[in-house]
């Protein structure tokens, strides 16, 4: 059996709703396991909970019910040993780029910490910036900031809720493309959420399909494709259109109403 | 415009036929006049001298313990009603007391500019950390900072241009009072010139000519606080057309 670095089992998660005694139903029951070293995506429609539940992976929410197991330890924080990259781009708007990349070293001597802010700033192509400020950057670059920073600290998974969400598509394929090549020389877990069925099935190892609200995991879809990727192969066609049928979707626009 | 001004005042002036109210001129005279006795500076000095003290204090105390009340709710709910019921009362309301505690002293004006001051740099502070983005405290807690690294590193900073808008404020409000307070709790500055101008002879060219000053030196403040808005640690809180 491989090494499992996230073990989520039996999760749910209910929200007070707008109305006394109301209860918002988001997640029922929802077991996970990830592999060490593994590239695993998380697709659902928008709203489904699939960032709830990548925040309660990550600590930053408990759980109404179930419980979390990170490398063999139960969750009940977040920790420096697994770093989430969040959507809405955390990256400090006062600090700039080598102070960002640099936050999680602060324990590092000056010199080993200079080390690894320039080989991160290097590695997600910002060499150059080091002393801008987020707000000079552009969106993407504002992301690898990010990226770079999560990878300084070095952690032994990643987690990231939609980090490609904001950009242009272009910059999407970019920003995939590079962190595939980082993925594969660093060696990390990465847990990655996204609405977009493309983007997972060109990024991950397995894909989990959710269900709209509550949401549960309606189906595991195996990406057994060699990298790079080619984006008009019969077989990555076969395995994106796979989960576009288990998300309830037609592939044809525009089809008239019969 | 200001040439307007200047002119339309001179010209109403003359066609009244006031013998109290200056006409620019005389203002300007009263304000060379002013400047040869050595008075002005004298009394501009001892302003600014007590804003400087009652205003420091205001921050000193003010920013910490909005970053507290903002932070820690039990303690926002113990505090905040007393502050809302202080803060509505007038600095001016407080000079009674002020001179019952302190005596006719520098510590009278300063206790008010101090009291004027506190609240808007409090209720500053206390709204940027109840409105900071959850992303960066996210964030911070992922990198696992002990609650001191928390406050320094990255409350104080994400909340900074916002507490450097209310201290701009709060120095405003604390220039009004300092004027308000030398009118009765002491005997120099720039309050007390217009007083006292007017009640030793009814020289209303140095009431004008006080008036001038502190218009010009609350702007020549306010130009400065503003200096600190640009601080590149800052620059990203004010977004907008100006950058």
């Known amino acids: 059996m491989r090494d499992s670095a996230v073990a989520a089992y039996n999760l749910s998660m209910r929200f007070p709703g707008k109305r006394r005694g109301e209860e918002i139903e988001v997640l029922e029951n929802v077991s996970i396991d990830v592999a060490k070293g593994e590239f695993v995506c998380i697709v659902g429609p928008s709203g489904c909970g699939k960032s709830t539940l990548l925040n309660i992976v990550a600590g930053f929410l408990e759980p109404t019910s179930g419980s979390v197991i990170v490398e063999g330890e139960p969750v009940h924080g977040p920790d420096p040993r697994r770093i989430f990259v969040f959507q809405e781009n955390g990256v400090f708007p006062w600090l700039n780029v080598r102070e960002n990349v640099g936050f999680g070293l602060r324990k590092q001597k000056q010199t080993e910490r200079d080390a690894t802010i320039a080989r991160y700033i290097d590695m997600v192509g910002l060499g150059g910036f080091e002393n801008a400020y987020p707000h000079e950057l552009s969106g993407g670059m504002r992301q690898r900031v990010e990226i770079a920073r999560a990878l300084a600290a070095r952690p032994d998974i990643i987690y990231m809720d939609e980090p490609f969400g904001a950009l242009d598509f272009l910059t999407r394929l970019k920003m995939r493309a590079d962190l595939i090549r980082i993925w594969q020389s660093e060696k990390k877990t990465i847990l990655f959420v996204t609405h977009d069925i493309e983007e997972a099935v060109q990024l991950s190892d397995r894909v989990f399909v959710m269900t709209p609200r509550p949401a549960t995991i309606q189906e595991i879809v195996e990406v057994d494709l060699p990298r790079p990727r080619h984006l008009d192969s019969p077989d990555y066609l076969a395995k994106r259109d796979r989960i576009f049928s288990v998300m309830g979707m037609s592939l044809r626009v525009g089809e008239t109403a019969a | ?243």
């Open chain 2, 1 to 243: 415009m200001a040439a307007l001004f200047l002119t339309g005042w001179g010209l109403a002036v003359r066609w009244s036929h006031s013998d109290l109210f200056p006409t620019p001129g005389n203002v300007a005279r009263g304000i060379v006049d002013l400047m040869q006795k050595g008075l002005l500076f004298k009394y501009i000095v001892a302003s600014l001298f007590r804003v400087s003290w009652g205003f420091t204090l205001a921050v000193i105390i003010g920013v910490p313990l909005g970053l507290l009340l903002g932070w820690y709710a039990r303690a926002f709910q113990a505090f905040n009603p007393l502050i809302q019921v202080f803060r509505p009362i007038s600095p001016i309301a407080w000079i009674p007391v002020a001179i019952l505690w302190f005596g006719v002293s520098d510590a009278a004006p300063i206790f008010l500019i101090f009291l004027a001051s506190v609240f808007p740099i409090t209720v500053a502070t206390v709204a940027a950390v109840q409105n900071m983005q959850l992303v960066y405290l996210r964030a911070a807690q992922n990198f696992g900072l002990s609650t001191g690294e928390l406050f320094r590193q990255v409350i104080f900073r994400a909340c900074l241009p916002q507490i450097i808008t209310g201290i701009r404020i709060a120095l405003g409000v604390a220039w009004l009072v300092v004027v308000a307070a030398e009118m009765i709790a002491v005997n120099s500055g720039l309050g007390y010139l217009i007083i006292d101008a007017r009640n030793a002879g009814k020289r209303y060219d140095l009431v004008v000519a006080g008036m001038v000053m502190i218009g010009v030196i609350g702007l020549i403040l306010d130009v400065l606080v503003r200096q600190l808005e640009k601080f590149d640690e800052v620059r990203w809180g004010y977004a907008g057309r100006r950058k």
